[in-house]
């Protein structure tokens, strides 16, 4: 499968935030939308970086308590692990494996359109292996097959 599919069939497109926003305002953000992992870029769409919950943790054991304050442009990686809509799923699942990341951000040309996650492949993984326990139990049975 493309990782283009997986995308598609989530929904295309990311959730932002602004390089001004802090720490705090963003675990809001994961919290209410129940994700953990947001793409930071400027008002005019301007891909600088991503933000996740490792991060946020990483500038809490850095800095302390004035992590939550912190503007995101200070706490963001900038190093993201990105791949194609015309990539495989294992390729995604290479780059999550050797960079030790949870999220790989999806590109099609120069513009991000959407994010898979380690949940997303797992989710993928378990439908397939739930398709094919089905199709050995169907041929088992004689059930489609003639």
Do not use: W
């Not at 953000?29 to 992992?37: A, Q, V």
């Not at 120069?110 to 949940?119: A, L, R, T, Y």
């Amino acid at each position: 499968m493309f990782v283009g599919e997986i995308v598609k069939n989530k929904g295309v497109g990311v959730i932002a935030v602004a390089p001004e926003q802090t720490m705090v305002e963003v675990l809001r953000l994961f919290r209410d939308n129940n994700i953990g992992f947001v793409v930071v870029s400027q008002s005019n769409g301007e891909y600088l970086g991503t933000l996740s919950e490792r991060d946020c943790c990483n500038a809490v054991a850095e800095y302390g308590a004035e992590a939550a304050t912190m503007r995101v442009a200070n706490i963001m990686n900038r190093n993201v692990a990105t791949c194609s809509t015309r990539d495989l799923l294992p390729v995604a699942m290479g780059i999550m494996t050797q960079r030790r990341t949870r999220h790989v951000l999806v590109m099609d040309e120069d513009d991000v359109v959407g994010v898979v996650s380690i949940g997303d492949v797992v989710k993928h993984r378990l439908d397939e292996a739930q398709r094919t326990e089905q199709d050995l139990q169907d041929y088992i049975c004689g059930n489609r097959y003639h």
